[in-house]
Every structure is written in C-alpha cells, then in structure tokens.
C-alpha cells in the first residue's frame, strides 16, 4: 500500500498478544478474526479502506464470493460516512466468524445532508447507498449517536 501521510491504518487486531491465527475455517482456538483500519474522512479512504478489505478477506482466506459483496458494502458505508458525517476520521472493522463476515464502519461525525438537486423521480441518482447494502447483507443496522453513527452490515460466508 502506498504511504499517504493523512490516511494511516491503525491497530490491527491480529497484532495483539494473545490473538492466535488459525488457518480457515479451522476455528477451534479463536471463534472471530477481527481487523479494524482509522482513516481520515476523505474520498481517497474509500479506495484505500476497501483494499484493507480485500487484502484481510484474502490473508483470512474467505471464501472468493464475498469479495464483490464486500468490496460494495465497505464502499458504499464509508463514502457515507466520508461525505454526509463531517468527522474528522472514519473506522472499518471487520469480523469474520464461521458463517459470517461482519463489516462495520464508525465515524465520528454529526449528519450533514447532501446538497444538491432534490429527488423529483425514482430515476433520481444517490440515495440508494443503505438500500444496496441492505441487499449484500443478512443484516444491516444503523446505530446513531450524538457524537457518530455506526453501520453494522452482515455478509453471509456461505458456510
């Protein structure tokens, strides 16, 4: 990954002491594999916090069908978070457990609406990001804050 001095992954899980890697699906010793990336909340995160994910879906092994699924929902969260929050920074963390890959991005930021054409038609462009991601996921929730809003989307492994 290129050094880009205002985005700086940070805090690896699999980095900890007393986290064990296992190969996959062998998860006798450890139920998740957790991974999380900070980033400032700029579009140039987007691409780099969807390589994160590529690079953790293939360092953990998953199967290779999740990736366009994966690659979509962590695009779509995070330009979200990049352009409507107005925080500073945006977090991905990832969770893959047997069945389930949980994606879930965090900012820290207040809603700020886009601003723009409003909507006269269903042919309109935008809004349909959590709509797309509701269709990737088992699951999609949102949890807002007075100081962010995290989204939680869960992809199905096909395990």
């Known amino acids: 990954m290129h050094a880009i001095p205002h985005l700086r992954p940070v805090g690896l899980a699999e980095h900890r002491p ?3 890697l296992t190969p996959w699906p062998d998860l006798t010793r450890v139920e998740r594999r957790t991974a999380g990336c900070l980033t400032a909340a700029t579009a140039a995160s ?3 916090l969807r390589r994160f994910a590529r690079g953790m879906a293939a360092r953990w ?3 290779a069908g999740i990736d366009d699924s994966l690659l979509l929902v962590v695009s779509e969260l995070v330009g979200n978070a990049v352009r409507h929050s ?3 920074d945006v977090a991905l963390l ?3 457990g047997h069945s389930t890959l949980a994606v879930e991005v965090t900012d820290n930021g207040r809603w700020r609406p ?3 054409r409003p909507r006269h038609d269903d042919l309109a462009c935008g809004g349909r990001g959590l709509d797309i991601v509701a269709a990737c996921a088992l699951r999609c ?3 807002t804050r007075p100081n962010g809003t995290r989204i939680v989307a ?3 492994l096909g395990a």
């Open 18 to 20: 007393g986290f064990y």
């Open 61 to 63: 092994g998953l199967p």
């Open 141 to 143: 929730t949102v949890h």
């Open 46 to 48: 987007v691409p780099v």
């Open 114 to 116: 886009h601003v723009g």
């Open 94 to 96: 990832l969770s893959a």
């Open 154 to 156: 869960e992809l199905s």
């Open 86 to 88: 107005g925080g500073p």
